[in-house]
C-alpha cells in the first residue's frame, strides 16, 4: 500500500486494517508461516576485490550453443553468483534463465558444488573450499531453436549477442564496481558492431578493453557475415555509426539521400537536446526476416530491426522508420537520465516502472518528431500516423478503469505475449498515450508562452546537462514538474495527476486541437494506415465494425470491446467466410462496411469458429471510419512548427 492509499482511508478503516492480522494470528488453524532467512546480500557500492575473466564462444551458428568460460578472481569465502534478471530497457525480470545450462563450476581442477536459490532462481550459492581464491565457471547459453523458445538471435548470416545472457556476476557488489575483460568468438571472416572498444583481435576472437559489468551490458554485439559500416556524423570527434547486418548482400545498398536523412537525425538531437552523453555512438541495425527485429536502447548504442528492405524499397512508407530515432533519443531519455526507481545497483534487484511515461512517453514523442525533423517521415505521415494513435485511445474501453499509471506495470505483468481483450486490459499504453500527454504540453507552453518557448526547452534543459558525461542522473516526478515549471509556470503537477493517475478519463487529445487540428473519421485513406495494413496483411476496421481481420483469409485479428462486432459476438480466431452473401474477400468486407452509411440492412457475416458455422448479423450503419486530422483554422498550426526542422 502506498502513502497516497493509506492517506486517503478514514481512521476507523485503517484501525480495522491494523487490527486484523493481530486477531488473525491468535485465532487462525493451520501452519505459521516458514520464513528462512534470506541468503542473499544486498549489493554495496565497494570495488569488487578481484575481477571477471569473460570467454564468450559464439561460432556455433549452425546448432545455436554459445559457450561460455569464466574465470573469477578476488573469492574469498562463500559467495552467490547471479544470472541477470532485471534487465535494463525492457524493465522487467526477462533474464533468460530458462536457455541456461550445464553450469560447472571448479577450482583448482576440482569440482566446486553449486545450489540454486529455491526463492530466487537466478541466483547460485557456491561454497568454495578453504583457500580458493579463483573460480573457473563454464555453462552454455541455449539461444532461441525456434521462435516458440524465444526471439531468435542466430542464423547462419547474423547473430545478436546481448552480454545479460551470457554471464553470471559475483553477489555483494554494485554492477558499476566489477570489472570485466570480456572475449568473443565469432564464426570466421564475421564482422561486427558494438560500443565496446577493441583491445586485439586474433584470429576470429576478439578481446575487448576492460569494463565494468554495467557498461557491458548496456553493449551488446551484433555480428554477421554481410555487414557494412556507415558514418553518421562525419569529422565529428563523437562518432556515431550505422552498422548493418543483412541477410544478404544486396540489402546494404544505402543511397545518399537515405543516408543524409540518418545524418540529418544526428543534427536534429543535438539541436534538440544540446548534449551527448556518450564517447561514440552505435545503431546496431539488423535487415533480417530471419532473427528477431527489436528496438532496445542503450546508453552508446541500440539494437535495432527492420524490414530487410528498409534501404533497397525506400519507397515502401514504413511504420517503425522511427525506431532508431526512438533508440537514439534514450541515449538521453532513459539511459541518461533514468527514473530513481528504476535504476538498479545490480540485475537481482526489482525495477519500478512507474516513471515509464517520461521514459518511454516522451521518448515516443521526441522519436517520432525527430524521424520527422530528419525527413525520415513527411509531416502528412507523421499527422498520419498521430490520428491512428489518437483514434485507438479514444475507442479504447479499458479506460474506463484503468489509469494511465497504471499501465507502467505492464512490462512485467505481460511481456508482450499475446492477450484477451488487449482493448478492454489496456497494455502498454504510456507509450501512445503517454505521446499525446506531452503534446499537451508542448502545445501548452507554446499557447501560455505566446510561442516563445516550448517543450524542447524541456529537454535540453532536462536531458541537456552535464555534456559529454556519460554518468547517469537520476530523477523522481517531482524533477519533471520543476524542470517544466522553470519553462513555464504552470500547475503541472495538477496536469500531470489528471492524465495519468485516474481511470475514466477521456483520451488526452488537447495537444492535437492546441495544435491546430481536429481528429476526424470518414473514407479518406490514412496513409499510415494503408502502408501499414499491407506490411502485416490485413484490414483495419477497427473503428466502424470494430475488427482487425488477415486480409487472405478473414480471420479476426482483434475484435474491439463494446464494437458492433463486440455486440455481434464475434471473437478473435474466428473467420469471416462470406460477406452478404459472397465467399470473402477484403475488398468486398472493405466495401460492405463503406455501402453501410445511411442503410437500415443489417452487414451480414457467415463465420466459422472451431467447427462451427453461424450468420451474423452486423448492426453497423456509418460507414468507413479512418482516422484522420483535419486542420482548424482558428488555431495557430502548432503541429506544423513543432515537426519542422530545427534550424
Ligand atoms: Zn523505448
Same mark, same amino acid.
Given at each position: 500500500m502506498n502513502r497516497a492509499f493509506s492517506a486517503g482511508l478514514p481512521a476507523a478503516v485503517m484501525a480495522f486494517v491494523y487490527l486484523l492480522p493481530l486477531v488473525g494470528s491468535a485465532a487462525s488453524p493451520g501452519p505459521a508461516e516458514f520464513l528462512p532467512p534470506s541468503p542473499l546480500v544486498r549489493p554495496e557500492?565497494?570495488?569488487?576485490p578481484g575481477k571477471l575473466r569473460l570467454e564468450v564462444d559464439s561460432s556455433d551458428i549452425a546448432r545455436r550453443i554459445v559457450h561460455v568460460h569464466e574465470f573469477l578472481t578476488g573469492v574469498v569465502g562463500d559467495l552467490t553468483l547471479f544470472y541477470p534478471q532485471w534487465l535494463p530497457g525492457t524493465h522487467?525480470?526477462?533474464?533468460?534463465?530458462?536457455?541456461?545450462?550445464g553450469l560447472r563450476i571448479s577450482a583448482d581442477g576440482a569440482a566446486v558444488p553449486w545450489k540454486r536459490d529455491p526463492v530466487d532462481v537466478f541466483a547460485f550459492h557456491v561454497h568454495p573450499p578453504a583457500g580458493v581464491a579463483m573460480l573457473d565457471i563454464e555453462f552454455d547459453?541455449?539461444?532461441?531453436?525456434?521462435d516458440k523458445v524465444g526471439p531468435?538471435?542466430?542464423s547462419p548470416e547474423l547473430l545478436m549477442l546481448e552480454w545479460n545472457s551470457v554471464v553470471l556476476y559475483p553477489g555483494g557488489?554494485?554492477?558499476?564496481?566489477i570489472p570485466v575483460e570480456a572475449s568473443l568468438t565469432l564464426p570466421a571472416g564475421w564482422k561486427f558492431g558494438s560500443a565496446l572498444e577493441v583491445r586485439s583481435t586474433v584470429g576470429a576472437k576478439t578481446l575487448f578493453e576492460p569494463v565494468s559489468l554495467e557498461t557491458l551490458i548496456d553493449s551488446p554485439v551484433y555480428a554477421g557475415k554481410y555487414s557494412s559500416r556507415l558514418d553518421?556524423?562525419? +569529422?565529428?570527434?563523437v562518432p556515431v555509426h550505422l552498422n548493418l547486418f543483412a541477410d544478404?548482400?544486396?540489402?546494404?545498398e544505402v543511397k545518399s539521400a537515405e543516408l543524409e536523412r540518418y545524418r540529418n537525425l544526428v543534427k536534429q538531437a543535438y539541436r534538440l537536446?544540446?548534449?551527448?552523453?556518450?564517447a561514440h555512438y552505435d545503431f546496431l541495425y539488423s535487415l533480417s526476416d530471419k532473427i528477431q527485429q527489436s528496438g532496445l536502447e542503450h546508453q552508446q548504442s541500440s539494437e535495432d530491426g527492420g524490414d530487410? $528492405?528498409?534501404?533497397?524499397?525506400? @519507397?515502401?512508407?514504413?511504420?517503425?522508420?522511427d525506431l532508431l530515432p526512438h533508440e537514439y533519443t534514450h541515449s538521453w531519455?532513459?539511459?541518461?537520465?533514468?527514473p530513481a526507481d528504476l535504476w538498479?545497483?545490480?540485475?537481482?534487484l526489482p525495477m519500478r516502472d512507474d516513471l515509464l511515461w517520461v521514459y518511454e512517453g516522451q521518448t515516443e514523442y521526441w522519436g517520432q518528431i525527430l524521424a520527422t525533423r530528419a525527413g525520415l517521415w513527411t509531416r502528412d505521415q507523421m499527422l498520419d500516423q498521430l490520428a491512428l494513435s489518437a483514434a485507438f485511445y479514444e475507442h479504447e474501453a479499458g479506460r474506463s478503469w484503468r489509469s494511465l499509471s497504471d499501465t507502467t506495470n505492464d512490462e512485467i505483468i505481460n511481456p508482450r505475449r499475446p492477450e484477451s481483450w488487449p482493448d478492454w486490459q489496456?497494455? $502498454?499504453?504510456?507509450?501512445g498515450e503517454g505521446e499525446l500527454v506531452w503534446l499537451e504540453a508542448d502545445t501548452l507552453i507554446r499557447e501560455l508562452s505566446r510561442g516563445r518557448r516550448s517543450l524542447d526547452d524541456f529537454a535540453r534543459l532536462f536531458f541537456g546537462i552535464?555534456?559529454?558525461?556519460?554518468t547517469i542522473v537520476t530523477y523522481m516526478r517531482a524533477d519533471v514538474i520543476a524542470a517544466l515549471n522553470t519553462v513555464q509556470p504552470y500547475d503541472w503537477a495538477a496536469f500531470f495527476d489528471a492524465r495519468?493517475?485516474?481511470? +475514466?478519463?477521456?483520451?488526452?487529445?488537447a495537444g492535437i486541437e492546441r495544435g491546430g487540428y481536429r481528429l476526424i473519421y470518414g473514407d479518406k485513406p490514412n496513409e499510415f494506415q494503408t502502408a501499414r495494413d499491407a506490411d502485416r496483411k490485413r484490414v483495419s476496421l477497427l473503428y466502424s465494425i470494430g475488427v482487425d481481420v488477415d486480409?487472405?483469409?478473414?480471420?479476426?485479428l482483434l475484435v474491439m470491446w463494446q464494437s458492433p462486432a463486440f455486440k455481434a459476438k464475434l471473437i478473435e480466431?474466428?473467420?469471416?467466410?462470406?460477406?452478404n452473401g459472397v465467399a470473402y474477400s477484403a475488398e468486398d468486407l472493405r466495401e460492405a462496411v463503406a455501402f453501410?452509411?445511411?442503410?437500415?440492412q443489417p452487414i451480414e457475416l457467415i463465420v466459422k469458429s472451431g467447427d462451427r458455422f453461424s450468420v451474423v448479423d452486423l448492426d453497423y450503419h456509418d460507414g468507413l471510419r479512418i482516422p484522420h486530422l483535419e486542420r482548424?483554422?482558428?488555431?495557430? @498550426?502548432r503541429l506544423t512548427e513543432i515537426l519542422a526542422p530545427r534550424k
Open positions: 557500492d565497494l570495488p569488487y522487467a525480470p526477462e533474464g533468460p534463465i530458462d536457455r541456461f545450462a547459453y541455449l539461444s532461441a531453436t525456434s531468435i538471435e542466430m557488489y554494485y554492477a558499476r564496481q553518421l556524423d562525419p +569529422g565529428s570527434s544478404r548482400p544486396a540489402l546494404l537536446f544540446g548534449s551527448h552523453h556518450y530487410p $528492405e528498409a534501404f533497397t524499397d525506400w @519507397d515502401k512508407l514504413s511504420a517503425d522508420r531519455n532513459g539511459k541518461f537520465r533514468r538498479v545497483a545490480s540485475y537481482e489496456r497494455f $502498454e499504453d504510456y507509450y552535464d555534456d559529454g558525461s556519460t495519468l493517475d485516474a481511470a +475514466g478519463v477521456p483520451a488526452p487529445l486480409d487472405k483469409d478473414g480471420t479476426i480466431g474466428a473467420q469471416i467466410m462470406a460477406v453501410s452509411k445511411g442503410t437500415t482548424n483554422a482558428a488555431v495557430p @498550426d
